[in-house]
């Protein structure tokens, strides 16, 4: 699998994904254009190229994909909100899941946004969500608060994780 930041061409590939997982944020495929223009350098592709040339200073919002034999297995949405950063949306296809993918791309964020200098990183999680709740706090994620009854269809509270930064590597 190779992480990379998506491009204009992976959108169809991560609506499927996006309207396969019921949770998922559902964002509009104008909305997941918009999210690719506002994040992303054409010419620096290659997360390796865009940390060579200093692209990544520019990034606001950015979705990754991981991708193998140029298929969008899984894609994680996050924004830089200063010092502070959001992961939005992480999506990854039925078939890989539990093979690490998500961790991959967890991993790869908190590397990115650590260079930029993030001091935290922050989202929020369905309660239910045994799965992704187990993924963050194996990433040192810490609960830090409650919204209750934030989700509908069906209702559920969303608890708020936590990542300090200064120590990730």
Known sequence: MRIRFAIAADVPAILVLDRSAPTS?????ERYQEMIAQGFNARSMDLLNAKRT???????????VSAED???KAFLISRA?????????????KAG???GVASQLLGELLKLARNRAARKVFLEV???NAAA????EKWEFVESGRRRNYYHDPGEDAVLYTRELADCT
């Open 126 to 128: 369905r309660e239910s």
């Open 133 to 136: 709740r187990g993924l963050y």
């Open 54 to 64: 200093g692209n990544l200073d520019e990034l606001s919002r950015m979705i990754l």
């Open 97 to 99: 899941r539990r093979k």
């Open 25 to 29: 944020a559902h964002y509009s495929e």
């Open 81 to 93: 909100l200063g010092p502070e950063w959001e992961i939005e949306n992480l999506v990854v296809a």
């Open 70 to 72: 140029s298929e969008v």
